[in-house]
Nanobody
Framework: VQLVESGGGSVQPGGSLRLSCSAS????????IGWFRQAPGKEREGILC????????YYADSVKGRFTISRDNAKNTVYLQMNSLKPEDTAVYYC?????????????????WGQGPQVTVSS
């Protein structure tokens, strides 16, 4: 199983970024993808997840109304759209996956992880 993220970078507060997570080595349409982040000096935090049936689950209240998740099963790719970014969103962002049908795992129950792009929100 391999996860490859892309789309990180620097943006000013209030700006937007879209991260992509491309998965390979998984049974198509039979896995959930979650996004996590880790800021310097802090523990890794679950953000949100999308199930194989396209249902989304928010792990973090702090991103509700600003972040959304979507997936393109034909491309085996999941997208994290981040709007209204704040300096406190600065972190390394990771996608992770676990074989699962129709639901999202709990944040501590993911099996495979990507490398993680840096997202920096600063003026």
């Amino acid at each position: 199983v391999q996860l490859v993220e892309s789309g990180g970078g620097s943006v000013q507060p209030g700006g937007s970024l879209r991260l992509s997570c491309s998965a390979s080595g998984l049974t198509p349409n039979y896995y959930a993808i979650g996004w996590f982040r880790q800021a310097p000096g802090k523990e890794r935090e679950g953000i949100l997840c999308i199930s194989s049936s396209h249902g989304s689950t928010y792990y973090a209240d702090s991103v509700k109304g600003r972040f959304t998740i979507s997936r393109d099963n034909a491309k085996n790719t999941v997208y994290l759209q981040m709007n209204s970014l704040k300096p406190e969103d600065t972190a390394v962002y990771y996608c992770a996956t676990k074989p699962a049908y129709g639901h999202c795992p709990t944040p501590d129950n993911y099996a495979y992880w990507g490398q993680g792009p840096q997202v920096t929100v600063s003026s």
